[in-house]
T-cell receptor, first 115, second 116 residues
């Protein structure tokens, strides 16, 4: 069990550029989640996948955001035409239904800075 | 909609002492899960403890225990024998078990400082 990994750990970009983040979940976990965390706040839910199906999206996920999990393994989160307000930590988590609790395990996050 | 409130932005505790972090939540559901996560500086969030709402017994994990008061919608975390490594942000989180969603709803966090 190598844990949830995310790449890159840090990304600095200029306003208007596109960025893509990758998340590799724990291998046997079928659910994968994306959250956004701004300074001084708790994580806010963005979207989640069960296998390759995207089952829920938050209203926070504007049209500029898109997430995929093509083969039910790793996932990507793309932000198009970045804005300064997109600057945040993007967290990925994964879980599996063992005993009903579906406890989520988090990755280290990707910190995005939009200049 | 469910909400989670952590009213203590920051707490301090002397090493080896006990500290309690508060969390309240609002929900109309009867079945759900509650979690405490720890986020050390520049490190990933890790699960501290979990409570199922249908269980009356308070969860315990080593030095960490909760006081779950379902009627009051309160879920506090007690850390006993505090250690320097306990210094971190602590987040309380809620997950429904009946509405078909698996997302967590987090509070704003409490920063715990441990004084040597």
């Amino acid at each position: 069990d190598t844990g949830v990994s995310q790449d890159p750990r840090h990304k600095i970009t200029k306003r208007g550029q596109n960025v893509t983040f990758r998340c590799d979940p724990i291998s046997e976990h079928n659910r994968l989640y994306w959250y956004r965390q701004t300074l001084g706040q708790g994580p806010e839910f963005l979207t989640y996948f069960q296998n390759e199906a995207q089952l829920e999206k938050s209203r926070l996920l504007s049209d500029r955001f898109s997430a995929e999990r093509p083969k039910g393994s790793f996932s990507t989160l793309e932000i198009q035409r970045t804005e300064q307000g997109d600057s945040a930590m993007y967290l990925c988590a994964s879980s599996t239904n063992s005993g009903g609790a579906d406890t989520q395990y988090f990755g280290p996050g990707t910190r995005l800075t939009v200049l | 909609a469910q909400t989670v409130t952590q009213s203590q932005p920051e707490m301090s505790v002397q090493e080896a002492e006990t500290v309690t972090l508060s969390c309240t939540y609002d929900t109309s559901e009867s079945d759900y899960y509650l979690f405490w996560y720890k986020q050390p500086p520049s490190r990933q969030m890790i699960l501290v403890i979990r409570q199922e709402a249908y269980k009356q017994q308070n969860a315990t994990e080593n030095r960490f225990s909760v006081n779950f008061q379902k009627a009051a919608k309160s879920f506090s975390l007690k850390i006993s024998d505090s250690q320097l490594g306990d210094a971190a942000m602590y987040f309380c989180a809620y997950r429904s078990s009946t509405s078909g969603t698996y997302k967590y709803i987090f509070g704003t966090g409490t920063r715990l400082k441990v004084l040597a």
